[in-house]
Nanobody, 114 residues
Framework: QVQLVESGGGLVQAGGSLRLSCAASGSIFSIAPMGWYRQAPGKQRELVATITSGGSTNYADSVKGRFSISRDNAKNTVYLQMNSLKPEDTAVYYC????????WGQGTQVTVSS
């Protein structure tokens, strides 16, 4: 079984920064791809960024140049550095780990005020 615990969400003004963390525990292979999705009220969950064990990254067009994903394989932790935040970034952010199936964290709220 795999557990994911996110932290680092909160309220920030537009233009500000936040750093999300997601710690994975349980039966984990360090090669498992990890990433972040988000879901705003009334909208579908959407990809934010993903990262492989080797460090290859993929970003949604809406966050390119502002967000940066990284991981510490020794700690089974993935991070999302979010800069130049906009009100439209407001959402619940979910961590994902793919290992045979997708595992999801419980989500952390990010609210960006204008």
């Amino acid at each position: 079984q795999v557990q994911l615990v996110e932290s680092g969400g909160g309220l920030v003004q537009a233009g500000g920064s936040l750093r999300l963390s997601c710690a994975a525990s349980g039966s984990i292979f360090s090669i498992a791809p990890m990433g972040w999705y988000r879901q705003a009220p009334g909208k579908q969950r959407e990809l934010v960024a993903t990262i492989t064990s080797g460090g290859s990254t993929n970003y949604a067009d809406s966050v390119k140049g502002r967000f940066s994903i990284s991981r510490d394989n020794a700690k089974n932790t993935v991070y999302l550095q979010m800069n130049s935040l906009k009100p439209e970034d407001t959402a619940v952010y979910y961590c994902i780990l793919t290992q045979g199936r997708n595992y999801w964290g419980q989500g952390t709220q990010v609210t960006v005020s204008s």
